[in-house]
């Protein structure tokens, strides 16, 4: 009898230590689990991040692209400028030899018999080409004499004693100024009118 009382508590006992092991089992089984949506959530964060340092990077490149892009821009504005500016030079220059040559000729003469009306005409035919070039390029003289002074076209070099201007007008033009359009490119070197001093005998009257 006391063995197969042994016997039936055995087998009483094992179903429960199988059903605990099963437990365990489930409960590792679980925890596995969660790691690896753990693992799997720190890939696809990790991924995200490889995603905007790769798009970082990318930007970062196409502006240094831009980058150098608008220095190459600059650098062959700055040519072209020179270029044109150089071009320009050359085509005014070029007029002005011509009155050169001009003025050359006219100069070989004073030793030959030529009459002093004759060589006054050939300097007027040079004034006037030299004129004729200044028009061509929009190059207009500034007014002065008998104008308000105005520090935007005039440079004022002295002041002048006048009955015929009042204060504060040009009287005298010592260099004539110049403009190109609406640009002064020389201004008008003048003297500006004041009222004459009286003498003592003015002040007693």
């Known amino acids: 009898m006391s063995e197969n009382k042994e016997k039936e508590t055995l087998s009483t006992e094992q179903p429960s ?109 040079i004034y006037n080409q030299l004129h004729s070039i200044i028009d061509k390029y929009d190059v207009k003289p500034i007014e002065a004499i008998g104008k308000q002074f105005d520090p935007n076209f005039h440079e004022a070099l002295m002041h002048v004693e006048s009955d015929e201007f009042e204060e504060g007008v040009v009287a005298l033009e010592m260099n004539k100024g110049y403009m190109i359009a609406d640009k002064v490119i020389r201004h008008s070197k003048v003297g500006v009118a004041k009222p004459k001093e009286k003498n003592e005998d003015e002040n007693k009257k």
């Not at 059903?19 to 693992?39: M, P």
């Not at 490889?50 to 821009?73: C, G, M, T």
Request: hydrophobic share 35%.
């Open 17 to 125: 230590e199988v059903e605990d092991s099963k437990v365990e089992v489930e409960v590792k089984a679980d925890e596995f689990s969660e790691i690896d949506k753990i693992e799997e959530t720190a890939a696809v964060e990790l991924t995200e991040e490889e995603k905007l340092k790769k798009r970082v990077a990318e930007l970062e490149d196409k502006l240094a692209r831009k980058a150098a892009e608008f220095e190459n821009y600059k650098k062959r504005t700055a040519r072209e400028y020179v270029d044109m500016i150089k071009s320009a030079n050359e085509k005014t220059l070029g007029d002005i030899l011509d009155v050169v040559d001009n003025f050359d000729r006219a100069l070989s003469q004073k030793d030959k018999n030529i009459t002093l009306e004759s060589f006054s005409e050939g300097i007027k035919m």
